[in-house]
């Protein structure tokens, strides 16, 4: 059964950075299709960005040119660094395999 563990959310001020980093197990990583989702408390979850076994990468208008997704195939690892955060990109983040879900990280970018 696929275990998705994601870390590295907190407290930042605008212009500020982080990195999100997703541990996975118990599934073929190195084949997954495997994104970053983002979650504000009464809104829809949104997809925030993508990236396909070959490492090709998709992202949602709002944070490109900010967030970058990429993946460690070795370690079986999803990271999003996102810069130059904006208080719109406070959420809880989730990492998401094909069919399974993490528990989420909360993101929180204020002054």
């Known amino acids: 059964q696929a275990q998705l563990v994601e870390s590295g959310g907190g407290l930042v001020q605008p212009g500020g950075s982080l990195r999100l980093s997703c541990a996975v197990s118990?599934?073929?990583?190195?084949?997954?299709?495997m994104s970053w989702y983002r979650q504000v408390a009464g809104k829809q979850r949104e997809l925030v960005a993508s990236?396909?076994?070959?490492?090709?990468?998709n992202y949602r208008d709002s944070v490109k040119g900010r967030f970058t997704i990429s993946r460690d195939d070795v370690n079986s690892m999803l990271y999003l660094q996102m810069n130059n955060l904006q208080p719109e990109d406070s959420a809880v983040y989730y990492c998401?395999?094909?069919?399974?879900w993490g528990r989420g990280t909360q993101v929180t970018v204020s002054s």
């Open positions: 998401k395999a094909p069919i399974t």
């Open positions: 118990g599934m073929i990583f190195r084949t997954a299709f």
């Open positions: 990236i396909t076994s070959a490492g090709a990468a």
